[in-house]
């Protein structure tokens, strides 16, 4: 009897197997629910009608969305955020924890101690607030991407990650005539990119979802993110549980419809490009506890 | 939560940094030079690591170090246009109208409870769905299934949140569209506030149980095979080989994120609260961070705000640097 390669199910693997599959539906389907609601052709619509799949598919609301300038411009300026927010994220941690790899540097222990604490003790969300206030930051882009160049964690983790590459290219290098920035971008980046690709869709993820930020520093409608539209048009058009907002006008498209396709809309980009970067999301968090 | 553990893995080899003598400089030449001559040689040496550093420790000096500086605002009867300079000082009185309005301790429990819900019914759930995808022994279907489940920790909350309007509210939510079409009364499951704290657990379940398996499913991948021929050799039941493989092999996980966990006790999700939150579940729903936005953002209340921001910080302090200890004595590594 071979031990642990034989394929015959138990019971028990049964109702393992039954239970993970529900598991999973209970995460898959608030998505299909809300794609296929979103879909639903505007003229057959019935509020509180209970169906999972519309009487008539549309891409009236997408339509609709798409064609306000509410939402493309708040499309426009996430993306804008998200891109440059992404790079400088990743430009200055991976040079900042390279840099913090050179044990003889003084002053070294210093920075990291300081890197540490303010992991542990941050001056709260008002002094944060007033300090972009004081720069003149309220109702700028700039705040949000400013206020997250970096983070400890992955300074952290990236700068583990880098001790633990061979150092023989590296010395080779400067034998070699390299500078120490030569080093780091030709030895070190290369060498780096199983985490330049994890961080890169961390940073990104986290620039796009970033929800608070953007509600305490953009107060201007006209400049609000993806997130905080979204957050507008589904939530507080029923924040007391009592609204009747849903389709009392026939001429408008149904709000929840328009509702469910900004939520499509900005879910969409994780949706697309999660299953082909999953391995890196996971990835990346290995990476911090190669060397724990 | 596993970002804790990471650093724990990340700060674990920082610490031995940390204990290495800070020279190990190359051996000075023939003619004994000041000890400052000799730091501004290792200084020049590595001017180009100073340079990489450079942009994020400005990045760390204005936006984490400076900030501190309008903490003093705690102290202070703070107005706008006189600035920290011209306010005047009130000493402690930010604090004692804290801890003497009534509202606090509602703060307080809020706190507590969500995080104390969030231990007993959240945190078993990781650790529970890492040993059921572990027993799975088809790759495909565990890869699928684990797709799925990390899934919804890279959705935004407000992504989170408007599923769940979609799911409970009165208007378009699915619950309330089958309670309707069976000609039943509609119930409003988001303002009522009895529901509240467990509707923020299931949220936070929903979000992230699923990505909170990676850090079991590795200590659980690294346990040799050979443990589980042998305990089959004694006849051992599936259910024994979890028990007496499989959990202690991840029990030392188990007790670092659960010290963790218990470390950020003070911490509440905020946004995801701040999203739920109506005027009707207010009072289950404000969270000291809730309040510090409230008074010292939106009502202009800064002294107040700067005051409950800096005793959230001070007790979270105490309470990561316990659990710290506490870790260190449970005979793990700490985390600093």
């Not at chain 1, 969305?65 to 790079?87: A, C, E, M, R, W």
């Not at chain 2, 600035?83 to 801890?99: M, P, R, V």
């Not at chain 2, 007993?120 to 890869?143: C, G």
Request: a positive charge.
């Amino acid at each position: 009897m071979s031990l642990l390669t034989q394929k015959r199910l138990t019971i028990g693997d049964w109702i393992n197997y039954f239970l993970l599959l529900l598991i999973a539906l209970t995460f898959l389907l608030p998505f299909l629910y809300v794609i296929s609601i979103s879909l639903s052709d505007p003229k057959t619509f019935i509020p509180l009608e209970f169906r999972l799949i519309p009487a008539k598919l549309s891409l009236a609301s997408y339509h609709y969305l798409l064609s306000t300038d509410s939402f493309l411009n708040s499309l426009k300026s996430t993306v804008f955020i998200t891109v440059v927010g992404t790079v400088l994220n990743v430009v200055i941690t991976f040079s900042m924890a390279y840099g913090l790899t050179k044990k003889t540097m003084p002053g070294r222990n210093f920075i990291l101690t300081l890197v540490v604490f303010t992991m542990v003790f941050n001056a709260g969300i008002v002094p944060n607030y007033l300090l972009v206030k004081d720069m003149g930051l309220l109702d700028s882009y700039w705040a949000l991407i400013l206020t997250a160049l970096t983070n400890a964690w992955s300074l952290i983790v990236v700068k583990s990650f880098m001790e633990s590459l061979p150092p023989e290219l590296a010395d080779a290098a400067k034998i070699d005539g390299c500078t120490d920035i030569g080093v780091f971008i030709r030895i070190i980046i290369p060498l780096s990119m199983p985490a330049v690709a994890a961080f890169t869709l961390f940073f990104a993820v986290a620039h796009w979802n970033s929800y608070f930020n953007a509600l305490i520093y953009l107060s201007d409608p006209s400049k609000w993110t993806l997130q905080l539209l979204v957050k507008t048009l589904v939530i507080d058009s029923d924040s007391t549980g009592v609204g009747q907002i849903a389709g009392t006008d026939q001429t408008a498209l149904p709000q929840e419809t328009l509702r469910m396709a900004s939520v499509v809309l900005a879910l969409l980009p994780i949706l697309v490009v999660y299953p082909f970067l999953q391995k890196y999301f996971v990835k990346g968090v290995m990476l911090g506890s190669i060397k724990g | 939560m596993i970002l804790r553990l990471l650093q724990e893995g990340g700060v674990h080899t920082l610490n031995q940094d940390f204990n290495q003598p800070m020279a190990a400089a190359p051996p000075l030449p023939r003619v004994q030079k000041g000890r400052l001559q000799h730091l501004w040689k290792q200084v020049l040496i590595h001017r180009y690591f100073y340079l990489l550093v450079l942009p994020g420790l400005l990045y760390f000096i204005l936006f984490k170090l400076v900030p501190m500086w309008g903490l003093l605002i705690a102290f202070q009867n703070y107005s706008p246009f006189q600035g920290i300079w011209g306010s005047t000082w009130i000493g402690l009185k930010n604090f004692h109208d804290l801890f003497t309005y009534a509202h606090f301790y509602n703060l307080l429990r809020n706190t507590l409870i969500i995080n104390l819900l969030n231990i007993l019914l959240y945190f078993p759930v990781p650790i529970l769905l890492a040993i059921m995808l572990n027993e799975v022994r088809h790759e495909a279907f565990k890869r699928v299934t684990q797709s799925i489940v990390y899934l919804p920790h890279f959705l935004s909350w407000v992504v989170v949140a408007g599923l769940t309007y979609f799911l409970l509210s009165t208007d378009v939510g699915v619950l309330n569209k089958i309670l309707h079409s069976f000609g039943l009364q509609q119930v409003s499951f988001l303002s009522n506030s009895k529901l509240f704290w467990l509707m923020i657990t299931l949220q936070s379940m929903w979000k992230d149980a699923g990505w909170g398996t990676i850090i079991f499913l590795a200590a659980i991948a690294g346990v040799n095979p050979s443990l589980y021929e042998s305990a089959v050799v004694d006849g051992a039941s599936r259910f024994r080989q979890i028990w007496h493989i499989t959990l202690p092999a991840i029990r030392h996980v188990i007790v670092i994120l659960l010290i963790l966990r218990v470390g950020s006790i003070m911490d509440v999700g905020f946004e995801q609260i701040l999203l739920m939150l109506n005027p009707l579940v207010m009072n289950v729903g404000e969270v000291f961070d809730v309040y510090a936005y409230t008074q010292g953002i939106l009502n202009g209340q800064i002294s107040v705000g700067v005051a409950v921001g800096l005793f959230k910080s001070v007790i979270g302090v105490l309470m990561v640097l316990g659990a710290n200890w506490l870790s260190k004595k449970a005979g793990n590594e700490g985390i600093f």
